[in-house]
């Protein structure tokens, strides 16, 4: 029996769409579709989004007359694309229209597919429509396929359980037909709807590689969503009257359910520096709360509130002052994020402290990565310290400063929101520079770099000086001497040339011992520090793990110096240098060098016989080593010990090594790879001037296997080049 359209009730349809990283795609979907979108028999769009989101990104919904529910995973994980069907679950779950179409974000509908759907869906029916995808770049379709969008009643829906199926988003519509057939529902394959979705390139490819995903326990998967609304500001109103305390308030009239990271923070007579700090924070916090401590300046009118979207501003409060009093400020700025926030069931993943003087100084990308596994399941810990240096001057900053690591500090500034510790309270003997948990846990760092201004003029520190020794702190409880506030002979250093350092420091020198995170965030942060390392060591040291000088200088006059007996392995191709390339080919070795026994890289392969590789650092030969490779991608596979070469040859392969390190003048760490041929013949390929520091590298597995241990190596290098940066 089909339906015709007298028997379609009015307002009883949940059109649901999954979305991850989709923003844009969405938006122009729903400008495309919004006329079938705002039909009477659409009561609701159900948008789930399988990632912490920006709900900045969302507000234009708000310009269409149409009901749409967005949620948020509010934790992060590393499944979201191929777990499409637990997403469409959990939107089936939520909706409450008799009818169910699936369809995804980046879906132009065709004309009037919502009502053909719908017509041809009832009791005893599933309506499918085609679908094909456009390449958006070359403007190529696909060929048309009999999925992409269809309509369940969802009753139906709720009859199949699907939760233990692996599913990615390739193959989900042919397992949902497999179970309507089950259950003796008709297929209507409509030739007449046909939907397009809008891919990338790579994209589109990506989505071909995806493999299918085991689902986590359906119930605990969808604790993790939490429903993005606009809050009823009454209830939050009344409570901030409550609190006595505050004398005046002002609050977001748009305040949402959720904020992944809120930002508290303390200002007092900061008109010059609201705007740059407000700036500045916005570019990683979600929200921020802010206790004006009765400013006498223009601070609390400068501390705007409004609906724009990039206003991150959601409450600011003011409360009366007799002298400062740090500990009574951050607890009424806990008891305000308590009261206001949590207990009316707003959801905070974490909460960040900052005061105005203080700057985040990532990069954004980093910043990115950092979020992410802030907010991912693999973040066990729930009390972070992050990284501080003080400026002394607008460029330096004091490498001497008292209780640090060369100038660089762990506070304890990022708190996970537990609901199960409240209530929130700092208690502290100190009336400064306590730690800010307001409750109990193991602390870890977290690489957030913090650039703090208040100490960056004599005439502040002085100032400082006073106020702490005769007001703040007249006891020294907090601290046993300010004087190093008036110190003007102290190692500086600048901050822009060494940030980037002050970050690797972390991760791969503090991380063993103060950081737990998963081998492959490890793995990743050591990525990311391995890149900014190698080009702050050459912009800032030209002595150190530097292209040799005898490449900028275009001499090519050492391969004379080298053992007579020694091939070398050449690239004839490459002979353009990228001062930054980590590889130096050996061809800048040996131009115009006819009388050497020179082989053309590309017959490396034909050559029999074994990979080696060798670590040195400043003329010390580490452990010899085998590398595997892939033949069509050269990535490592394997590295293993080299112990079955003979004693003779393997002395050869260190003294070559270290004459090759010394003839070519290099510097600090490099890694000399070799072929050894079936006749134990040694053949010479190149120098890698900037290999990876990663734990699993070639030049650490050097040095495990000459006995150094990996931790001592590390801190080796940073200690003997600590004078030049942080």
Not at 354 to 363: A, G, Q, T, V
Not at 608 to 635: A, H, P, Q, R
């Amino acid at each position: 029996m089909i339906l015709d359209d007298s028997s379609i009730l009015t307002n009883n349809v949940s059109i649901i769409l999954p979305c991850y990283n989709k923003y844009n795609e969405l938006k122009k979907s729903i400008e495309q579709n919004k006329i079938q979108l705002t039909q009477t028999h659409v009561k609701e769009v159900i948008i789930i989004c399988d990632q912490v989101i920006d709900t900045n990104n969302f507000l234009y919904l708000s310009e269409y007359n149409i009901n749409f529910v967005l949620y948020a995973n509010t934790i992060n994980h590393n499944a979201h694309i191929t777990n499409i069907s637990q997403v469409i679950n959990f939107g089936i779950s939520e909706a409450t229209g008799k009818y169910c179409i699936i369809m995804y974000p980046e879906t132009i509908l065709s004309p009037n597919a919502i009502d053909k759907l719908i017509t041809n869906t009832n009791d005893y029916s599933v309506a499918f429509g085609y679908s094909q995808k456009l390449i958006e770049e070359s403007n190529i379709y696909s060929s048309r396929v009999p999925n992409g969008i269809f309509c369940c009643l969802k009753y139906n829906l709720e009859k199949i359980d699907n939760s233990t199926i692996s599913l990615n988003y390739l193959n989900y519509f042919d397992i949902i037909k497999e179970k309507f057939k089950e259950l003796d529902l008709l297929i209507n394959q409509l030739e007449d709807v046909n939907v397009i979705q809008i891919k990338t390139t790579s994209e589109y490819y990506q989505q071909l590689l995806n493999e299918s995903w085991d689902h986590n326990d359906p119930t605990e998967f969808k604790n993790n969503f939490v429903r993005i609304d606009n809050v009823n500001l009454e209830p939050l109103e009344n409570q901030i009257k409550n609190i006595t305390e505050i004398i005046e308030y002002k609050i977001k009239t748009n305040i949402k359910s959720y904020y992944p990271v809120i930002l508290l923070a303390q200002s007092y007579n900061e008109e010059k520096n609201v705007k740059d700090f407000i700036n500045n924070v916005s570019k990683f916090v979600d929200g921020i709360i802010i206790l004006d401590d009765y400013s006498l300046d223009n601070t609390w009118n400068l501390l705007d509130i409004n609906d724009d979207p990039t206003n991150k501003i959601l409450l600011k409060i003011k409360k009366n002052r007799t002298t400062f009093n740090d500990l009574e400020n951050r607890n009424l700025l806990l008891k305000t994020f308590e009261n206001i926030f949590i207990r009316n069931n707003i959801t905070v993943n974490w909460f960040l402290w900052l005061d105005f003087d203080e700057r985040i100084e990532n990069s954004p990308s980093i910043l990115n990565y950092l979020k992410e596994k802030l907010l991912s399941t693999k973040m066990t810990s729930n009390i972070l310290n992050i990284l501080f240096v003080h400026m002394w001057n607008e460029e330096e900053y004091n490498t001497e400063y008292p209780c640090s690591d060369n100038g660089v500090q762990l506070h304890t500034r990022l708190i996970r929101n537990d609901v199960n510790r409240l209530p929130y309270i700092i208690s502290s003997d100190k009336n400064l520079h306590f730690r800010l948990n307001p409750y109990k846990d193991k602390a870890c760092g977290f690489p957030l770099v913090i650039k703090h201004l208040g100490r960056q003029s004599i005439e502040i520190r002085e100032l400082k000086y006073v106020l702490y020794t005769e007001d703040y702190d007249k006891k020294l409880i907090s601290q046993s001497s300010y004087k190093h506030f008036l110190k003007n002979d102290v190692k500086l250093c600048n901050f822009e040339d060494s940030k980037d350092l002050i970050f690797c420091k972390f991760i791969y020198v503090l991380q063993p011992v103060i950081l737990y995170w998963d081998q492959e965030t490890y793995e990743t942060g050591c990525f990311i520090s391995n890149i900014l390392l190698g080009t702050k060591l050459i912009k800032l040291e030209p002595n150190i793990n530097t292209i040799p000088d005898w490449i900028n200088k275009k001499e090519h006059i050492i391969i004379n110096l080298l053992p007579e007996n020694l091939n070398i392995v050449t690239d004839i191709e490459n002979k353009k240098i990228k001062h930054f390339n980590s590889n130096v080919s050996t061809i800048n070795l040996c131009k115009n060098q006819n009388n050497r026994n020179i082989l053309d890289s590309n017959q490396t392969d034909k050559i029999n016989g074994k990979k080696l590789s060798v670590g040195v650092l400043d003329n010390y030969v580490f452990g010899i080593v085998e590398t595997t490779y892939f033949t069509e991608i050269t990535e490592i596979i394997e590295i293993i010990e080299i112990s079955n070469i003979p004693t003779n040859i393997r002395d050869i392969i260190l003294d070559t090594a270290k004459d090759i390190y010394n003839v070519c003048n290099c510097n600090s760490f490099v890694v000399i790879d070799f072929i050894l041929d079936l006749n134990n013949k040694l053949h010479f390929s190149k120098i890698n001037t900037n290999p990876s520091l990663a734990p699993s590298s070639i030049l650490s597995k050097s040095v495990s296997y000459a006995g150094v241990n990996y931790k001592t190596f590390i801190k080796y290098i940073y200690k003997k080049y600590n004078s030049r940066s942080y």
